[in-house]
Structures are given as C-alpha cells and as structure tokens.
C-alpha cells in the first residue's frame, strides 16, 4: 500500500488547513487509519484516527479543532485543521493499520507533510 499525503504548509494561528491523504494498492474501507505528528525535537504522537464505521478518536489537544474522515470512494482520509496554534507546527503523517477490521496500532506510513503555524 502506498499513502500519498500533499497539502501541508505554511498558515497564520487561528487559520485552517485540510489534509488529505490517498491510499492506492488497497482499498482502506475495512482498515483503521490515522494521522500522526512529530514536531521539532519531540517523538511521532497519534493525532487522530477512524475505523471502518467512521468511529473517531482524537489526542486531547486537538479536540475541538480537528476533524477526520474518510471517503471510501476516493479510498482517502482527511484531517481538517481548525483554530490552528504555532504548536501545532510538526510533520504530519497519514497511516493504514496492516490489519483489516481490527485497531492493532501497526501502521503503513505514507510520507511526511510540513504544517507549520506562524504565530
């Protein structure tokens, strides 16, 4: 499986972006997928993820401003960012569990994308 994720940049605090994330070699309607975050001199957290019945878990301080989902028809996953803050700024990943149906937390990783929120 291979995730293609363009659309990071460069926005103002309070701004929005929407990342989107297409997967090819799969169809990820039976998979778990998620997004991830490294920022500068810190580990890969999990942001968010959605599971086949488009059933959502977010990371506490995105709550609120994030948004995932998917659209199984373009077998794509997206994350809108709200209410940006210069915290936010970190590399953005998109990941597919390896295992259909079920949350196992290993993941494909597509590649990285640069959000950076200018304060």
């Known amino acids: 499986v291979q995730l293609q994720a363009p659309g990071g940049g460069l926005v103002q605090a309070g701004g929005s972006l929407r990342l989107s994330c297409a997967a090819s070699?799969?169809?990820?309607?039976?998979?778990?997928m998620g997004w991830f975050r490294q920022a500068p001199g810190k580990g890969r957290e999990s942001v968010a993820r959605?599971?086949?019945?488009?059933?959502?878990y977010y990371t506490d301080p995105v709550k609120g401003r994030f948004t995932i989902s998917r659209d199984n028809a373009k077998n794509t996953v997206y994350l809108q960012m709200n209410s940006l803050k210069p915290e936010d700024t970190a590399v953005y990943y998109c990941?597919?569990?390896?295992?259909?149906?079920?949350?196992?937390?290993?993941?494909?990783w597509g590649q990285g994308t640069l959000v950076t929120v200018s304060s």
């Open positions: 959605i599971d086949r019945r488009a059933n959502t």
């Open positions: 990941a597919v569990d390896r295992v259909p149906v079920a949350f196992t937390g290993t993941w494909y």
């Open positions: 070699g799969r169809a990820i309607s039976d998979y778990v």
